[in-house]
């Protein structure tokens, strides 16, 4: 059991490692793809490479600050590295109030493109 439990971890590492490598490449073909820095860095955590995680979500972030997936996940990363608690908080205030103004958003925008959704019966 315990020789089996080694085989699989070995494995699932060289899969990840082969998926980071693709996700290499898929930055490298297109930069501005912010989901392959997403699943980049959801990789790297699952490697347990925080810091170079938190890399990949910056990166995503600065691309698409909109990008609410990319928060969530950054904040897994910051807790994973133990960082300073009051940082991972005002990273999170910070995205509740970045994930609110784009609900709004969306909100305005349908309510635009789509103004009899909103109508009472």
């Known amino acids: 059991m315990k020789q089996t439990k080694k085989v699989v971890k070995k494995i699932t590492k060289q899969q990840n490692e082969k998926a980071l490598e ?3 490449k898929a930055i490298k073909l297109d930069p501005k ?10 990789v ?9 995680a938190l890399e990949a979500y910056d990166k995503a972030i600065k691309l698409d600050p ?5 928060y969530i996940n950054k904040e897994k990363m910051l ?3 133990k960082r300073d608690d009051e940082k991972v908080l005002k990273l ?5 109030r970045k994930s609110t103004a784009i609900m709004e ?7 635009e493109k789509h ?6 019966p």
């Open 115 to 120: 103004p009899n959704l909103f109508k009472s």
């Open 79 to 81: 807790v994973n590295l």
């Open 44 to 52: 790297l955590g699952y490697l347990k490479r925080y810091q170079e």
């Open 22 to 24: 693709a996700y290499d």
């Open 105 to 111: 958003d969306a909100i305005k925008e349908t309510r």
């Open 92 to 96: 999170f205030a910070n995205f509740l």
């Open 66 to 70: 909109k990008n609410v997936q990319a």
């Open 33 to 42: 793809n912010v989901q392959a820095y997403i699943n980049k860095g959801s």
